[in-house]
């Protein structure tokens, strides 16, 4: 305890020279407490990324495959088109039809990966419903026939070059469990009746489907009526499928747009915003589109963006034999966009740290030294009158002590105050990309269409793609954590350590007789 009182009392009689070294490690603290601070912060937000950016991956049909489909396609005329269709046969109609999807086989041998957390399957897809007429279809229909009058030509017929498309296809989304929709799980899309189809309406497929609120008012249904479904490449017994309608959902984000168009003119009073897709157990869709065992795609979430490497070799391992017809695209680059701009400031934080806490140490150092040689007689006096090396050595601990915990606890209030300007100012001034929901998807393949995005991804029965027009700059939120103080008292031990090494040397070696003798 008399060490402690002869401490405190020298640090109070030399105030003026304390009271300068902790002003000096008082800036510098601040810096390097600052630049914990942004590290800490850093972190913290790259790890929440991790939880939802960086970890989805799916196996879909390649661009590559897809482009070169499309060009040979492109090459054929009218004419020849209608005799390959005239001409194939039952087995190369399926073939055909199964062109442009994924194997099951495929999509669940990739599901047994360790890394693999949890695993969709989705197909997408036209079917035609005899009962039901697709205002927005026909819409389409209606100005290009009207835009074909006014330019003098043939307009009606066909279809839009939408593969076949008629006023009573619709768009079928199917996955293994509804509610695990993006649609639904991310608030674009609400069950507001009924309920969702399950895992078990997928493995014993039953033909239940989920109807969007405007489509039902429109044709007068409800939950338990049931709907005519078209089997594709089908006739006679077994042509046809009935679906009971089990949930009705609402489109949140096209409410305000349902409400404008009613308002409109009345050729445009039956246009619905929120679209015309069904969603209904994968096994269903895959009955209705003729293609058992073929998926749009596999989705996937694994552990962590950290094992994408990982995850992309195991890939290889499984689609050995493929070619170049399927890829895995992972959201790495939307990590990457959001992730970098943070990683860069944490980084710059480590440089600035180190250099702080370095200076730090130096300015103690260095002040320790001017402290000991202006008091050598004050230590050869208390060495001569029986002071111990232990006890000296102790009394300007407890100084030393005295002058850091005065600097760092000064330096924690300031970063409180300057942490998050610190951030801002170490933050790259770049703007990263948002992940949108797509507004649109093509039936009948992809999502996308043909020439799909190749950064388009559809997390689990929704498309998503990164959208160039929609940005938002990356913020860095600096708070003050229960962590920063275990690391200021961290700091204050070991430079208060690092000031003790002058005096501990300077008094081991200190001969009281030698220093007397010099006055």
């Known amino acids: 305890m008399r060490v402690f009182q002869r401490g405190f009392r020298s640090f109070r009689r030399n105030l003026v020279r ?3 070294v902790v002003v000096l490690l008082f800036v510098c603290l601040t810096f390097s407490m600052s630049m914990l601070a942004v590290k800490l912060a850093a972190d913290s937000q790259v790890q929440t990324i991790k939880q939802t950016v960086g970890n989805y991956a799916e196996i879909k049909i390649s661009s590559a495959y897809q482009m070169k489909q499309f060009e040979a396609e492109r090459t054929k005329t009218a004419a020849e ?3 390959e269709a005239r001409s194939l046969t039952t087995a190369q109609e399926q073939a055909d039809r199964v062109a442009s999807l994924v194997p099951e086989k495929l999509t669940d041998a990739f599901a047994k990966d360790q890394y693999v957390k949890t695993y969709d399957k989705v197909l997408s897809t036209s079917v035609t419903l005899s009962d039901i007429t697709n205002t927005n279809i026909q819409q389409l229909f209606q100005i290009r026939e009207n835009n074909g009058q006014s330019a003098g030509g043939a307009g ?5 070059g939408t593969g076949g498309m008629t006023s009573n296809s619709f768009f079928f989304s199917g996955n293994t469990n509804g509610a695990s929709a993006s649609d639904f799980t991310t608030g674009a899309k609400k069950l507001i009746k009924g309920r969702y189809f399950t ?5 014993n497929s039953n033909p239940v489907v989920m109807i969007e609120k405007n489509l039902a ?6 939950i ?9 490449g089908v006739s006679g017994v077994g042509s046809t499928m009935e679906l009971k309608i089990i949930g009705i959902y609402k489109t949140v984000e096209s409410e305000s747009q349902s409400k404008s168009s009613s308002s409109s003119s009345s050729s445009q009073a039956d246009f619905n915003p929120a679209g015309s897709t069904f969603y209904a157990p994968l096994s269903v869709v895959q009955k209705l589109n003729n293609t058992a065992g073929y998926v749009t795609l596999g989705s996937y979430y694994f552990d962590s963006v950290d094992n994408t490497a990982a995850i992309k070799a195991a890939y290889k391992k499984d689609a050995t034999g493929t070619t170049s017809k399927y890829q895995l695209s992972t959201d790495l680059s939307d990590y990457s966009s959001i992730a970098d701009p943070l990683l860069k400031a944490r980084n710059t934080s480590v440089i600035g740290l180190s250099g702080a806490l370095g200076a730090c140490a130096l300015i103690i150092l260095l002040a320790m030294v001017i402290i000991i040689s202006n008091r050598t007689r004050e230590l050869g006096i208390l060495k001569a009158i029986g002071s111990t090396d232990r006890q000296v050595i102790s009394q300007f601990a407890v100084e030393i002590l005295c002058v850091c915990m005065v600097a760092i606890i000064l330096a924690m209030g300031a970063t409180a105050l300057i942490g998050q300007s610190m951030g801002n100012w170490l933050l790259p001034k770049t703007t990263t990309k948002t992940t949108t929901q797509s507004s649109s998807s093509t039936p009948g393949g992809a999502p996308g269409g043909m020439m799909g995005n190749q950064n388009q991804l559809y997390k689990e029965g929704s498309s998503f793609t990164t959208s160039s027009s929609t940005q938002k700059a990356v913020k860095l939120n600096v708070v003050y954590r229960g962590t920063l103080f275990l690391y200021g008292i961290l700091i204050l031990v070991g430079i208060s350590l690092v000031g003790m090494a002058i005096p501990v040397f300077w008094i ?11 006055e």
Do not use: F, H, W
Request: no cysteine.
């Open 18 to 20: 304390n009271l300068i």
């Open 81 to 83: 088109r209608s005799a």
């Open 156 to 160: 009606g017929g066909g279809g839009l």
């Open 199 to 203: 895992y078990a309406d997928y493995t």
């Open 217 to 222: 008012s429109q044709n007068s249904l409800k």
């Open 224 to 232: 338990g009526d049931t709907i005519e479904a078209t089997v594709s």
């Open 508 to 518: 081991i070696r200190l001969r009281p007789a030698r220093v007397l003798s010099m």
